[in-house]
Structure formats: structure tokens, C-alpha cells
């Protein structure tokens, strides 16, 4: 477990030290005042006066034990501590926690001066408030230790490159190119839209499967222009596994159909689901495709 660095131990120490003077000071002044009120009113001995005298030291204590568990988390944001450092810290309070139950068992034994009925109840009740300041001792170091978690993980994800969000992600074959898949492509950069589509992505030398993994993570949406071309070709087949499986993984619609030269009847002898789907032929033009598009996009935002 993380030990503080020695200037660090020693302000802490120091620290805790005045904490626990103050407490004993501020405990044997508020044990005289007591005294004086009983011993006025005739009501010195027996064990309300013990229990008034315990009950101060406790609401005392409380006061202190607030201050230690303070004055920890202050150090560890002057240091910048981790959860490691959180956690050593956390330990080191527990450890004075301790000590100072040690000291309380010692010290309503010298009270109670021989009054052994009231030793075991007193001792009790104050270990009770000693188990109190534990706990928020507890929560306080395990609240900061999450804290600093979450900070830290946010920190090393904004680190790493975060992904360029599409909007859509255009797959087609190559003989669909020239006649569909990249007049769609422009028709939809140019009403404001972010399309993944080859000619936009690839260069010389790109790893394919690859740069096609990326493009299906990155997009909201897969349009997939059907067509007999399309149904021949690996590739696109290959497209059509993954955003199936974004669909799937995303629970939510994922493809759009786009029928090319292609009726329902063959869709459905390819692929019974896709054929299920509603399309949008192309037959209708470019500019309605696209308009079509971009509609099941704005009411899925």
C-alpha cells in the first residue's frame, strides 16, 4: 500500500497531532464545566454526570475526526493523488481511528474511578460514535477514491483518438458506381451529410477490411444499394455482416435498403430479411433517394 513521502507524512502528522490536542483540550474543559454544573446542583456523582461528560467527548470527537478525514483529503488534492495514494491515505486514517478508540477504552477508565457498573455501557456508547466517524472515514475515501477513478479513465480515453462520427456508411458494388453509388454519395455531401464511401476513404496502400471496419463503427447508418452486382460480390457481403451486426449489437435500425434493378421477389431469394426491409428504388432518382435518406436519419436523432 502507498506510504506519503516524508514531507507529506509530516504535515499530516503534524496536522493530526493538533486535531488530537485540541480534542483533549476541548474534552477536559468541557469535563469541568460539566462537573461544576452537577456539582451546583447537588448531582456530582453517579452516572448522568458520566454520561454527560462521555456524550461531550463524543460530540467533541466528532468535530476532530471530521477535521482528520478533511485534512487527508485536502493533502491528496494538493498532491494530486490517484487511487492508490486514496487508498493509503484512507488506511492511515483507519490506523488513527484505532488508536484513538485505544485511548478512549484508557480514558473512561480513569473517569469512572472505580464505578465498574458504568464502565462497559460508557465505553459502549462512545465506541458507538467511534464506529460513526469510521464509516464516514469510509465513505469519504471510497466517494474520492471513484472520483478519481472516473477522472482518470476519462482522462485516458479524451487521450486516445476519439472516432469520426458518419452518418452514413454507402455500400455498393463496383458495377453500381457509376450509376447510383456515387451520384447518392454527392447528392448527400452536398445537403450537409457525412458519407463513408470508397472513393472519399481509401488511398494507395490501405488495408481494406480494415478501413471498411472502421467506416461501419464510425456511421449511424449503412445504406446498402441492392442490386444483382451486389448479391455477387464478397465484399459487399462482407458490409452487410457488419452492420447487421451493429444492428444487432446497437439494438436499433441500422440498414437502409436501396433497390437498384432489383424487385422484392429477388431481394427475398437472397435474403428473406432484407426483403422484409422498407427500400427506396432508385428508379425514383436521385434526389428523392436521397431526400429519403436523410428523412429516416432526422427521425432517428
Known amino acids: 500500500m502507498w506510504p506519503p513521502p516524508e514531507d507529506v507524512e509530516r504535515l499530516l502528522s503534524l496536522q493530526t497531532r493538533n486535531r488530537l490536542e485540541r480534542f483533549a483540550r476541548e474534552r477536559s474543559t468541557r469535563?469541568?464545566?460539566?462537573a461544576n454544573a452537577r456539582a451546583a446542583a447537588g448531582s456530582l456523582r453517579g452516572g448522568n454526570y458520566l454520561t454527560d461528560v462521555v456524550d461531550g467527548a463524543a460530540e467533541l470527537w466528532r468535530e476532530a475526526a471530521a477535521g482528520i478525514i478533511a485534512d487527508h483529503l485536502a493533502i491528496a488534492n494538493d498532491i494530486g493523488a490517484g487511487v492508490e495514494e486514496i487508498e493509503g491515505l484512507r488506511e492511515r486514517v483507519s490506523r488513527l481511528f484505532s488508536d484513538a478508540q485505544h485511548d478512549t477504552v484508557s480514558?473512561?477508565?480513569?473517569?469512572?474511578?472505580?464505578?465498574?457498573?458504568?464502565?462497559?455501557?460508557?465505553?459502549?456508547?462512545?465506541c458507538n460514535v467511534l464506529s460513526e466517524t469510521r464509516r464516514?472515514?469510509?465513505?469519504?475515501?471510497?466517494?474520492?477514491?471513484?472520483?478519481?477513478?472516473?477522472?482518470?479513465?476519462?482522462?485516458?480515453?479524451?487521450?486516445?483518438?476519439?472516432p469520426t462520427r458518419r452518418d452514413f456508411f454507402l455500400s455498393h458494388a463496383f458495377e453500381d458506381k457509376d450509376s447510383i453509388a456515387r451520384p447518392l454519395g454527392d447528392e448527400l455531401k452536398q445537403r450537409g451529410h457525412s458519407v463513408w464511401f470508397d472513393?472519399?476513404?481509401?488511398?494507395?496502400?490501405?488495408?481494406?477490411?480494415?478501413?471498411?471496419?472502421?467506416?461501419?463503427?464510425?456511421?449511424?447508418?449503412?445504406?446498402?444499394v441492392l442490386s444483382p452486382s451486389f448479391f455477387a460480390k464478397?465484399?459487399?457481403?462482407?458490409?452487410?455482416?457488419?452492420?447487421?451486426a451493429k444492428a444487432i449489437v446497437e439494438d436499433r435500425k441500422v440498414i437502409l435498403p436501396v433497390w437498384?434493378?432489383?424487385?422484392?421477389?429477388?431481394?427475398?431469394?437472397?435474403?428473406?430479411?432484407?426483403?422484409?426491409?422498407?427500400?427506396?428504388?432508385?428508379?425514383?432518382?436521385?434526389?428523392?433517394?436521397a431526400a429519403e435518406l436523410v428523412r429516416a436519419l432526422r427521425a432517428a436523432l
Open 260 to 289: 437498384h434493378h432489383i424487385g422484392r421477389d429477388e431481394i427475398a431469394g437472397h435474403s428473406p430479411t432484407l426483403a422484409d426491409m422498407i427500400g427506396v428504388d432508385s428508379a425514383r432518382g436521385i434526389d428523392e433517394v
Open 31 to 34: 469535563q469541568r464545566e460539566i
Open 199 to 224: 472513393e472519399y476513404e481509401l488511398t494507395v496502400g490501405d488495408g481494406l477490411r480494415q478501413k471498411i471496419d472502421r467506416g461501419l463503427v464510425e456511421s449511424r447508418f449503412g445504406i446498402v
Open 107 to 126: 480514558w473512561i477508565s480513569e473517569l469512572i474511578a472505580g464505578q465498574s457498573a458504568f464502565w462497559k455501557p460508557l465505553v459502549d456508547r462512545f
Open 234 to 244: 464478397r465484399w459487399t457481403r462482407y458490409e452487410l455482416d457488419g452492420l447487421v
Open 136 to 162: 464516514e472515514a469510509e465513505i469519504a475515501f471510497g466517494r474520492e477514491k471513484l472520483r478519481r477513478r472516473a477522472v482518470a479513465s476519462k482522462s485516458q480515453s479524451s487521450a486516445l483518438p476519439q
